[in-house]
């Protein structure tokens, strides 16, 4: 809706990214210039679970400097939260809950920046704020590392989050094969059904330092065809195999490698994958005798702003920027997405659809894209993937490390 004049309230959901800050930059810059509209910008503090707790931040109270660093800060600065609304078909206690605070504080605007499952927590919010009658823009910013977001040509974090997984690959190759004896390698890297991520790996090879073979979740693995593909590459090199495999591995079956490992879930029901790396690497160990390293990126892949792409800090910011003008110009329940145009030079705008397209849903590579039995990937995904790790952004330094942003984070709740 048009015309609408009130407060602004923006939270971060899910993993973080290198770059999540940059897109909460844009909201809260872009926010703060539109005051004739916007009365007060909020930040909630651990996502939608601080707007049902009143406990969010006053963002106005911020100095500017610091909002600017933001575009540099890893991590979720507001906090972040793994929380999903039920349906309020099934329980309505949350929604109501929603309504009081947003009639309380004025809230007209309210962007929640995450993946999947948050912007099914967009989709809902808005659903039932239109039944109820409460005027509100909802949009929903993209963020995931994981890349598989649907409807968008690419997710804010991945571009650096890619870069990162490249680069140690590259790093570790000249050092897993510095001496005269041999070794097998393993990466772990995140991605549990889409193999965005790990692909990245396909980077380091285009560079001439990469993986011998590398395993994604879109397609079927295959534990004795792995042994055999490994003893080839070992056979052929002087007893050294380098290899990248996705967290998310599945076998004919379609379950997860990694779930004969784990033994949690999250709160949206997802098994808490890990350890399949050194699973694996157990078995190459006790089959061929070689020395092995299991190595696993985890929480590294998703927060090393000190490898953050240009690119994909300037796009996420364009795209919190971008959500706020949506907004202002009356567009609600929608997401915003990355459309790359055609053409020799790289061209990527943000642009709007509705959010209910991306709400659980997930892209996957192209098959494609995909050689078999470990190959690597074709031609397509570099010509996709290389545009988006261009150029270098980080944090100043103050005596030699980084500064990240510090925020007052005065409370504008009850807390």
């Known amino acids: 809706m048009k015309g609408l004049k009130g407060a602004l309230i923006f939270g971060q959901s899910g993993g973080p990214s290198s770059v999540i800050n940059s897109s909460a ?9 539109h005051s004739d509209v916007i009365t007060k910008v909020y930040g909630a503090h651990h996502g939608i679970k601080g707007i049902l707790d009143e406990d969010f931040f006053d963002i106005g109270q911020e100095d500017m400097k610091e909002l600017e660093l933001l575009k540099n800060t890893p991590s979720s600065a507001l906090g972040s939260v793994r929380y999903k609304l039920k349906s309020p078909d099934v329980d309505e206690t949350d929604y109501k809950r929603l309504l009081e605070v947003f009639k309380k504080y004025n809230i007209r605007y309210f962007f929640y920046n995450g993946g999947n499952d948050s912007m099914d927590t967009c989709n809902k919010v808005s659903k039932y704020m239109q039944k109820s009658g409460w005027d509100i823009n909802v949009i929903g910013v993209p963020k995931t590392i994981d890349n598989d977001l649907y409807g968008t ?13 490249a680069t140690s690959i590259m790093e570790l190759k000249l050092d897993s094969t510095v001496y005269n004896t041999g070794m097998f390698c393993i990466i772990e890297v995140m991605g549990r059904n889409a ?7 396909q ?24 042994l055999a593909s490994v003893k080839k590459v070992l056979d052929a090199n002087d007893n050294k195999c380098m290899v990248v495999v996705s967290e998310g591995i599945r076998n004919a079956e379609g379950k997860y490698v990694g779930e004969f490992t784990a033994s949690k879930t999250d709160l949206f029901g997802h098994a ?43 796009e996420a910011f364009a795209c919190g920027s971008e959500a706020v003008k949506a907004a202002i110009n009356g567009e609600t329940d929608k997401m915003v997405c990355l459309i790359r145009e055609e053409g020799k030079d790289y061209v990527c705008k943000p642009q709007l659809m509705d959010v209910a397209l991306a709400a659980n849903t997930e892209k996957k590579i192209p098959e494609s894209w995909i050689l078999p039995a470990g190959q690597g990937l074709t031609k397509d995904f570099v010509d996709y993937a290389l545009p988006l790790i261009q150029g270098d952004c980080k944090a100043p330094l103050e005596n030699g490390l980084p500064r990240f942003a510090r925020l007052k984070k005065v409370q504008a709740g009850n807390k």
Do not use: N
């Open 203 to 226: 980077l380091a090879s285009y560079a001439g330092l990469g993986a011998d073979l590398i395993y994604l979740p879109e397609t079927p693995f295959d534990i004795d065809e792995f």
């Open 195 to 201: 193999g965005w991520l790990t692909a990245a790996a």
């Open 272 to 314: 808490q994958l890990g350890g399949v790396g050194a699973m694996l690497a157990q078995m190459v160990k006790e089959k061929y005798g070689v020395k092995t390293r299991a190595i696993e990126f985890s929480l590294l892949q998703r927060c090393a702003a000190h490898l953050a792409s240009k690119v994909d800090v300037e």
């Open 25 to 33: 930059a844009g909201v809260f810059i872009e926010a703060l210039k």
């Open 153 to 165: 040509d690419h997710c804010p974090g991945y571009g650096s989050a890619a870069k990162y997984v």
